[in-house]
């Protein structure tokens, strides 16, 4: 039988080819597609790595103070090479804040200048961003404001860019040689900071090199909240890492000596991850603690690596992690959270309680985005019960900002995504790829505006100057973990959001920018000027 | 317009199902449009443009419904014309379209975007099938046709064995 000369068998067989195409597509992506979807990709490292959870957790030293006097504390801080032990028995050269990996921590009081003279004994030009930080713009490093350091030819050679932004000179760049001092009024609701290195476009080496610290701003109201302190207050800054044969870092860098040419190969675009997961410069260490109430301060400062925490007990059980602060401060009230999704430069402050896990016995921070040995982060071995006079009050702060879109005067659209620069690939906010001399956002000190983030894969988006709200994300509502001051979001593939926020604090040069450190380095930075 | 005029005076001596025989034809005229429209909503959106993520859920809210709409007037064709391959194939979309949605709304992209470019094809098959001739006008008088009893097992194959299927109520 036939219908205009087609016999039904054949039409079976057409149809049956394209059942089976359309499994086999679906089959295909099913195999092929990264689920849950990551952006970058791995180094793998060429020593062996340590069991997990064997290595103590370092706290980071706190940075003293030169002078105090005047209401104003003075540091100095050298960059400088050094060999810091990471892995057991290997000394890893690396570039450091005073040879150390994290660099030592900055403790400072709400409204109190800190002072920070930089002096840069590394091969390279350097800048230092407080990321979080209300600051001056002379002071915020922007990314051609280059200390050199002794003996560099000439102050352009800091200044070579792909061909993507050839010939681009910042006439607006102050470079000094040598030294820096940065001014931070820090008068800014506390919260945990990080500093780390910003130069144009060797930002992402410099981090994985080692040039990051963290900076914590208090106030006497947090203080008085009786939230877990002392040794019951960890800083905790996760990265990830690879190491070479020579138990050095690998990173693939078209340039090792990060001097002339920036960027990675097209295989690392997307950003590169690590192997190694480190807290404090740790690999997978672990902490004992009392049976009772902690406060974590949770940084993610890895280049590219995304991370969805959660505390899960040696029975499987997983414990609350009850956020009371996010990027910039305090919550208005605690918010209980099973799992927190951590993009490069967020933060959180999170508290969780012990108490009723068995003397003995383990808690694991894991990372449900990871494989193998990075779903691994860090273990909590309970040594004792304690007694415990800490507590999570009902309300934590007050001074949270109330915008509304009706006050945004402005509503701006921005897309991050891969696209071509004058030559290779690189990421733009836009569709333009960075230009110091450029202007692109001008906004007038004192507007709300609402911005509306568009990402075609994962770009955490970050503000200098100004903590943000989630307005929505994904045309819906903002996630659980979305509450709070932001100065950092993360969009996953595909997905957008509105925030708002006003610029309020000192006019000048400023940036928005994605925070994977390989997506900012080529390209995807933008000029926000405030005036 | 020639295709019903060719098609309504036949329907009309079997009154109940030439309507029937519109109405599916609009539908998946309509559903087609409305999906076509998707990818470019999603292209516009990506390219920067927030709203278009608006259209892009509002489309997918459009598209599910005609959906859901063309499964029941399917539902009318299969039972009033003994035609399930029409029904089969559109279960099969509905499926399709309901797991896209869920997808999109979780941003599972791999699945997303390989799942709706399937039920696109898929879609504009039916279109195909659905305006390529006359549709089956008879029901019952082809009840006793040897081709009619064909359909059931010809059905099973989707929207394919439909177009055999009409061709045996032809």
Known sequence: ?531 | MTTAAKTLPPARAVPRTGPAGWVLRSVVSAHVAAILAQPVFAGVYLSGDFDALGWHATGADIVTTLGYVQLVVAVVAWVRLRQPGLFLGTVALVAAETVQYVAGMDGALWLHLPLGVLTIAGLIGQFVAVWLRPLPRVARAADDLPEATDEPRTGTGGREARLTGEAGDE
């Open chain 1, 1 to 531: 039988m036939s219908e205009y000369g087609v016999e039904r068998r054949r039409v079976f067989g057409i149809g049956g080819a394209l059942g089976m195409l359309a499994a086999g597509g679906l089959t295909a992506s099913t195999v092929l597609a990264r689920r849950p979807a990551v952006t970058g990709a791995e180094l793998r490292s060429a020593v062996p790595l340590p069991v997990p959870y064997r290595t103590p957790l370092p706290v980071p030293t706190v940075l003293r103070p030169v002078d105090t006097a005047g209401g104003v504390d003075r540091y100095r801080v050298t960059q400088r090479a050094a060999r810091v032990p990471i892995l057991p028995g290997v000394d890893t050269p690396m570039w450091t804040y005073e040879g150390a990996f994290p660099g030592p921590t900055i403790e400072s009081r709400r409204g109190r200048p800190v002072t920070v003279t930089y002096r840069n004994e590394l091969p390279v030009p350097t800048v230092v961003h407080l990321h979080g930080g209300r600051t001056p713009a002379e002071s915020d490093g922007y990314p051609t404001d280059l200390v050199l350091p002794r003996g560099w030819r000439d102050p352009m050679d800091g200044m070579r860019h792909p061909a993507g932004m050839a010939g681009m000179a910042d006439p607006r760049a102050v470079v000094t040689r040598s030294t820096r001092t940065h001014t931070f009024p820090l008068d800014q609701r506390p919260t945990l900071l990080w500093y780390h290195d910003h130069r144009m476009d060797f930002t992402a080496p410099a981090i994985w090199r080692g040039l990051a610290g963290m900076h914590v701003v208090r106030d006497d109201a947090e203080d008085a909240l009786g939230l877990p302190a002392g040794p019951r207050e960890l800083p905790l800054m996760i990265t990830d890492r690879a190491f070479a044969a020579d138990g050095g870092l690998a990173y693939p860098a078209l340039d090792p000596t990060l001097r002339e040419r920036p960027g990675v190969p097209e295989r690392y675009l997307a950003g590169v991850l690590g192997d190694v997961i480190l807290v404090n410069g740790a690999p997978w260490p672990v902490h004992e603690v009392d049976a009772a109430r902690y406060r974590l301060r949770i940084l993610n400062a890895s280049n590219a690596r995304h991370y969805e925490l959660e505390a899960v007990t040696d029975d499987g059980r997983r414990l609350d992690l009850v956020q009371v602060g996010a990027d910039q401060g305090l919550l208005a009230a605690p918010v209980a959270q099973r799992r927190l999704p951590i993009a490069p430069a967020e933060r959180y402050d999170v508290v969780v309680d012990f108490a009723a896990v068995p003397v003995g016995s383990r808690v694991r921070l894991r990372n449900r985005l990871g494989t193998g040995r990075t779903r691994e982060v860090l273990a909590f071995r309970v040594a004792r019960k304690a007694a415990d006079r800490s507590r999570i009050p009902r309300v934590l702060s007050r001074d949270l900002p109330t915008w509304h879109r009706g006050d945004a005067v402005r509503v701006r659209d921005f897309a991050f995504r891969a696209g071509r620069m004058d030559s290779g690939h690189g990421w733009l906010i836009g569709g333009l790829p960075f230009d110091p001399a450029r202007s692109d956002v001008t906004a007038r000190l004192g507007d709300v505006e609402v911005w509306r983030l568009i990402a075609d894969v994962h770009h955490p988006v970050h503000l200098h100057l100004v903590g943000f709200r989630v307005l929505s994300r994904g045309g819906r509502r903002p996630l659980p973990t979305d509450v709070g001051l932001k100065d950092t979001i993360a969009l996953r593939p595909g997905e957008s959001a509105e925030i708002i926020t006003r610029f309020d604090g000192y006019r000048g040069r400023y940036l928005f920018h994605c925070h994977n450190a390989e997506h900012e380095d080529m390209g995807m930075m933008a000029n926000l000027d405030i005036v």
